[in-house]
């Protein structure tokens, strides 16, 4: 039995849909853990309720990280409060499992998945990732696993000359990962948010470890939303995303009963459900910068 880690920040009412997904459609996971960093505490209690069987593991980010947040202090809040990528990285180092199931807060399981059949499969074939969700790359098929309670499990010969293309072997969430492959990859991760080094660092395990092998499912198996920006960075601030404000709105939300963590599944929230609780708590003009946001995002992410 392996365990499902679901990082998260802020975003209860998407963490919620994760969780309740992974427990309609996964079978074969020992626990689903949740690795937060910082979500207010009034939120997390409300999660407890919900899902007292999972775990939570909490980083020493208390409520006053979303306080700075709110005041745009993102120095102090790098000052204040531990990298996320070491707070994730020491969790699942703890795992004595070979393999996890690694999500984030704000994707979701759309299909049946049976994690102890592809765990045995991955095994026998030194797989060291099965991607779930792999957005448009083109993956190079060499060998395909019928699966019986699932999607078809697909291998593929890595393609890549670059770090750039280690994309076709890594990717930072949404994938069965072997733990020692996992662990090579994000350590090395400086900050939030710093894929490149996790790009070179898959590069270099592919180069050290030749036998090493490379598979994805034959259909998508999770659905990642972008109602919010997904990361409360100064990017998207100097952009006029003030993102804690959409969080705020949307989080009271939820918690109050108004937005109900399954709408739109197996979809996203749908726009117009979204759109209606922001302008009941935000300026028109705040929303329509969202708005806008929006429909590049899903643009641009979305086949």
């Known amino acids: 039995m392996i365990n499902v880690y679901v990082k998260s920040f802020n975003r209860p009412f998407y963490l919620d849909r994760c969780i309740r997904s992974v427990k309609f459609n996964v079978t074969g996971y020992s626990k689903i853990i949740v690795l937060d960093d910082g979500t207010p505490s009034a939120f997390m209690d409300r999660i407890r309720q919900l899902h007292p069987d999972v775990e939570i593991r909490s980083s020493s980010a208390d409520d006053g990280k979303v306080e700075l947040l709110r005041q745009e202090r993102f ?4 000052k204040l409060y531990p990298s996320a990528p070491d707070f994730w990285v020491r ?10 199931l690694i999500l984030e807060d704000d994707a979701w399981i759309v299909r049946r ?29 060499t060998e395909r696993y019928i699966c019986n309670s699932g999607p078809a499990l697909e291998y593929y010969d890595p393609d890549y000359e670059s770090s750039k293309d280690a994309s076709s072997i890594w990717i930072v969430a ?21 894929e490149r080094s996790q790009l070179i660092a898959a590069a270099d395990f592919a180069n050290t470890h030749p036998t090493a092998r490379f598979a994805k ?6 659905h ?10 100064p990017e998207y601030y100097d952009k006029g995303l003030v993102q804690h404000l959409y969080m705020d709105a949307l989080n009271a939300a939820w918690a109050a009963g108004r937005l109900d963590s399954a709408e739109g599944y197996p979809f996203d929230f749908s726009k117009p459900a979204v ?18 946001w929006h429909e590049r995002e899903i643009r641009y992410y979305y086949d």
């Open 217 to 222: 499912t034959e259909r998508r198996v999770v």
């Open 174 to 194: 949404f994938a069965l990962f072997r733990r020692d492959y996992w662990l090579h990859c994000v350590s090395k991760a400086r900050r939030l948010a710093d």
């Open 113 to 141: 998945l049976d994690l102890l059949t592809l765990v045995r499969n991955l095994e026998s074939n030194e797989a060291v990732i099965c991607k779930l969700w792999w957005s448009n790359h083109v993956h190079k098929i």
């Open 275 to 292: 759109a209606a609780i922001l302008r009941e708590a935000l300026p028109e003009k705040v929303v329509g910068v969202w708005g806008e």
């Open 224 to 233: 990642q939303g972008w109602m919010i920006p997904a990361r409360s960075t």
């Open 91 to 100: 969790e699942v180092k703890s795992d004595d499992n070979a393999y996890c």
């Open 75 to 78: 120095k102090d809040i790098e």
